[in-house]
């Protein structure tokens, strides 16, 4: 059974760093694009970054490429976003999710077919 097990949020003062980690089982993480997306309230959902199965490379929305890094480890079969000099507008709610469909991967939510239930990252002084 596949499942993607988000950890890593909390409630943080502007400036910091976090690290999300997302802990994936039920399938082999190298045959799979993975993707991070977060959920500001009253937001529609945000593609921020996505990790290509075949290769590792990763593409970053505009709102991420500067400040958040993802990355995975096969051997503990988890991905992360490295999230630095976080900012009040970086609050919402953070998803990873997974497609084997496309080649490559990209931030379109619609690709994705498997999501975990996220965790809260609120940034506030």
């Known amino acids: 059974q596949v499942q993607l097990v988000e950890s890593g949020g909390g409630l943080v003062t502007p400036g910091v760093s976090l690290r999300l980690s997302c802990a994936a089982s039920?399938?082999?993480?190298?045959?799979?694009?993975m993707g991070w997306f977060r959920q500001a309230p009253g937001k529609g959902r945000e593609g921020i970054s996505c990790?290509?199965?075949?290769?590792?490379?990763?593409t970053y929305s505009d709102s991420a490429k500067d400040r958040f890094t993802m990355s995975r480890d096969m051997a503990k079969m988890t991905v992360y976003l490295e999230m630095n000099n976080l900012k009040p507008e970086d609050t919402a709610m953070y998803y990873c999710?997974?497609?084997?469909?496309?080649?490559?991967?990209?931030?379109?939510?619609?690709?994705?077919?498997?999501w975990g239930q996220g965790t809260q990252v609120t940034v506030s002084s």
């Open positions: 999710a997974m497609e084997n469909k496309y080649l490559d991967c990209a931030t379109y939510e619609d690709r994705y077919t498997d």
């Open positions: 039920g399938f082999t993480l190298n045959r799979y694009n």
């Open positions: 990790i290509s199965a075949r290769d590792g490379t990763t």
